[in-house]
């Protein structure tokens, strides 16, 4: 035992014991010597450890890489933007995204903007928001919860500007002619359907007939440039046309004769409208006229201008006569449609609403109301007798460029850059119908002007189309001009006679072929 002690105590003792280096050093085993060298020194001087001079050339990443780098930063970027706006929670109510926008110093509503694009401005404004408290104390609850329920806006918001004597004059006119109009409008909708010698569906179904027969009976060379607009004379005698020359034609139905060249403006013309009971006294107000110059005129049926309409600031679309005929309106590209007094030539009503030109207005058969097409793709009804709107037509996706009432008195259509043409029911106060009728923009919509038991759409692919109004199937294709089909109008007086004019500056007439074969004579006779 003692001498295996021993033995231990020996190794032990040898194990322990330092060894002496080259140097003198004495080495330790089992322990790191530590010492007053700096090893990361010794390791430069061996040429192990290379250090970078602060003046040392860096070299630049080549250009792909960089592009990659710089789209693979902007690609998390978004992802972490995405991120915070679904993290982020926004109040639902119109209201409370007012209040919240106006409690953290921005835009309560910018000009044009709906209320989900309100919510969304809202969204993203707080999602950059760095402060957590600040954020917060723009939520209901927060911070500014007494703001909140002191400066919410009401949900409806009505503001009125006075108007002058001679508006109020004839609100009351149209007021009372709207209401004998209606009336009639209505008894005569009764008898139609209580009478046993009237049958409507009979009626109708003899019009689709005839007017599938639809064939071209004349074409003349219209003007020089290309023809914008025409329009029938409530008789049917005559079709005024309207060019980019200025000038202004008047037709003979249906032998597309010239009868009368009017030099109305020096820029083009954008709009036509006839009196709708024109008088044969000579020197009395018959057309209206609209142009890019920015003015309305008003003409005699001999061609002479009887006044003009001046106040617009930029061109003007499409006019109109209202039903009365005492009064004009016009669209323009200031964002505004006016109503005009006829004998005075003055301004009664300055009508805002859009947030893109004005491009077409139409009037109520029964004179009450008035629709405004914009190209913000919105349309409007207006309450002529209030000056309130009524109804917003959305639904078009590209500008309104046409728009007419059917005579039946709760139906309009509406015709739009998108390539479609809209149904509304304004006893519904929403679309009905959707018809994908062209390829191109609709330059003119027009129910027929009796009964409306058909519709005409023209398009800029070159044709035009007859709709029944019953279940808007296609009757019939009018295909024949060379170039855009910038107008069309329907005849008054029941012969299904149609115009339609075109940018390849003609003027075609359209009307049931009502030839019928004869049966084949037998050869023994």
């Known amino acids: 035992m003692s001498d295996e002690a021993s033995d231990d105590e020996m190794h032990e003792a040898d194990s322990s014991s330092p060894e002496a280096t080259e140097n003198g050093d004495a080495v330790q085993y089992g322990e790191l010597n530590v010492s007053d060298v700096d090893s990361v020194a010794v390791g430069v001087a061996a040429g192990n450890i290379h250090l970078q001079s602060a003046n040392a050339a860096t070299l630049a990443l080549p250009e792909g890489s960089r592009e990659a780098r710089e789209q693979q930063e902007r690609l998390l970027e978004a992802v972490e933007e995405r991120r915070a706006l679904r993290e982020t929670t926004v109040p639902t109510s119109d209201a409370d995204v007012r209040a919240a926008l106006r409690a953290i110093k921005e835009p309560v509503t910018l000009f044009g903007e709906q209320q989900m694009e309100r919510r969304a401005r809202l969204r993203k404004i707080m999602a950059t928001m760095d402060d957590e408290d600040e954020r917060k104390a723009a939520l209901p609850g927060g911070a500014f919860e007494e703001e909140y329920e002191e400066a919410a806006p009401p949900k409806k918001e009505l503001f009125y500007t006075e108007g002058s004597a001679l508006l109020k004059q004839a609100r009351l006119h149209i007021a009372h002619f709207?209401?004998?109009?209606?009336?009639?409008?209505?008894?005569?909708?009764?008898?139609?359907?209580?009478?046993?010698d009237e049958d409507e569906i009979a009626e109708q179904a003899d019009t689709i007939c005839l007017m599938r027969k639809v064939t071209n009976q004349s074409s003349e060379i219209a003007d020089d440039r290309p023809s914008a607009a025409c329009e029938f004379a409530p008789d049917g005698s005559t079709l005024a046309t309207g060019a980019w020359s200025g000038l202004l034609k008047?037709?003979?139905?249906?032998?597309?004769?010239?009868?009368?060249?009017?030099?109305?403006?020096?820029?083009?013309?954008?709009?036509?409208?006839?009196?709708?009971?024109?008088?044969?006294?000579?020197?009395?107000?018959?057309?209206?006229?609209?142009?890019?110059?920015?003015?309305?005129?008003?003409?005699?049926?001999?061609?002479?201008?009887?006044?003009?309409?001046?106040?617009?600031?930029?061109?003007?679309?499409?006019?109109?006569?209202?039903?009365?005929?005492r009064h004009v309106g016009t669209a323009s590209f200031d964002e505004t449609w006016r109503l005009w007094d006829v004998e005075s030539c003055t301004c009664l009503l300055e009508q805002e609403g859009h947030s893109r030109p004005v491009y077409t207005v139409a009037f109520h058969k029964d004179g009450s109301l008035a629709a405004s097409g914009g190209l913000d793709a919105i349309g409007r009804v207006w309450d002529i007798r209030t000056g309130r709107s009524i109804m917003a037509l959305q639904g078009h996706v590209q500008g309104i460029l046409t728009m007419d009432f059917s005579p039946d008195g709760y139906h309009l259509a509406t015709g739009s850059e998108d390539h479609s043409c809209r149904i509304w029911d304004l006893r519904k106060r929403g679309c009905v119908y959707t018809l994908p009728a062209h390829k191109s923009l609709i330059a003119q919509v027009r129910y027929d002007p009796n009964d409306g038991y058909y519709l005409l759409t023209a398009g800029f692919d070159n044709i035009s189309k007859l709709w029944s109004s019953k279940d808007y199937s296609l009757m019939a294709t009018l295909a024949g001009h060379e170039g855009k089909v910038m107008g069309a109008d329907i005849c008054p007086d029941g012969s299904g006679t149609i115009a339609t004019i075109s940018y390849d500056r003609t003027v075609k007439f359209w009307a049931p072929d009502t030839y019928e074969e004869l049966e084949p004579v037998d050869a023994e006779m």
């Open 250 to 325: 008047l037709w003979l139905v249906p032998d597309c004769q010239k009868k009368l060249t009017i030099k109305a403006h020096d820029d083009r013309v954008t709009g036509i409208a006839w009196h709708p009971s024109p008088s044969q006294t000579p020197g009395t107000v018959q057309l209206v006229t609209g142009s890019a110059d920015k003015t309305a005129r008003l003409f005699s049926g001999e061609g002479k201008q009887l006044g003009s309409l001046q106040g617009h600031g930029e061109r003007l679309g499409r006019v109109g006569f209202h039903p009365l005929g």
């Open 178 to 196: 709207s209401l004998d109009r209606a009336a009639a409008r209505l008894a005569g909708a009764k008898r139609k359907r209580e009478s046993p």
